[in-house]
């Protein structure tokens, strides 16, 4: 039972750049999330997807596209890397399973974008 | 808007000192409130939660409880060691969609 995975775990980017953040769970969650985790930030929701097909914004949605390609997978897209989207990126599921409201995570993913 | 307010650190103690994060939120409604703690180069992990008002969470020694007349959620251990060294941020959930608020983090570090 691998949990929630993330590929790439590092990435580096130049601006102007595009790239799909990938995400699998294999805990037959409803619910996954993205969030980006800055220095001194803690965790903002990028985008969420309540359940298969479903996809909705988060507090910071701007410069990134999501997929939800089937109950396990939840990819993040940025289109055009800018600086500030150098961030950690998490992936993260929940559902019927987990308890009320718990999220598991993934490991991250560290994008540098110069 | 859901917010949480953590106290800042980062907080250095030295091995079976008393631990103390202070968490308060602002929500509408009956949140759910959780502690997640982040070990060096790790996603965050589940430390424990409370669900309603009086709750007492705990989990590895850790402990919280739901205060609503004070909207606190506390994280307090009586003996910390140096594996708990780590980055620990509270959260609240209230959406029909499961969303979760965090703070901003505190970290521990735990000298031997």
């Known amino acids: 039972n691998a949990g929630v995975t993330q590929t790439p775990k590092f990435q580096v980017l130049k601006t102007g750049q595009s790239m799909t953040l990938q995400c699998a769970q294999d805990m037959n969650h409803n619910s996954m999330y993205w969030y980006r985790q800055d220095p001194g930030m803690g965790l903002r929701l990028i985008y969420y997807?309540?359940?298969?097909?479903?996809?909705d914004k988060g507090e910071v949605p701007n410069g990134y596209n999501v997929s939800r390609l089937n109950k396990r997978e939840f990819s993040l897209r940025l289109e055009s890397a800018a600086p500030s989207q150098t961030s950690v990126y998490f992936c993260a599921s929940s559902g019927p399973t987990s308890g009320p409201y718990e999220q598991y995570f993934g490991p991250g993913t560290r994008l540098t974008v110069t | 808007g859901d917010s949480v307010t953590q106290m800042e650190g980062p907080v250095t103690l030295s091995e079976e000192a008393f631990l103390t994060i202070n968490c308060t939120y602002t929500?509408?409604?009956?949140?759910?409130l959780f502690w997640y703690v982040q070990y060096p180069g790790e996603g965050l992990q589940l430390l424990l939660k409370?669900?309603?008002?009086?709750d007492k969470g705990s989990n590895k020694g850790f402990e919280a409880t739901y205060r609503k007349e004070t909207t606190s959620f506390h994280l307090e251990k009586g003996s910390v060691q140096v594996s708990d060294s780590a980055v620990y941020f509270c959260a609240l959930t209230g959406g029909s969609a499961r969303q979760l608020t965090f703070g901003s983090g505190t970290q521990l570090t735990v000298l031997p």
């Open positions: 929500a509408t409604g009956y949140p759910s």
């Open positions: 409370a669900t309603k008002a009086d």
């Open positions: 997807s309540a359940s298969e097909g479903t996809t």
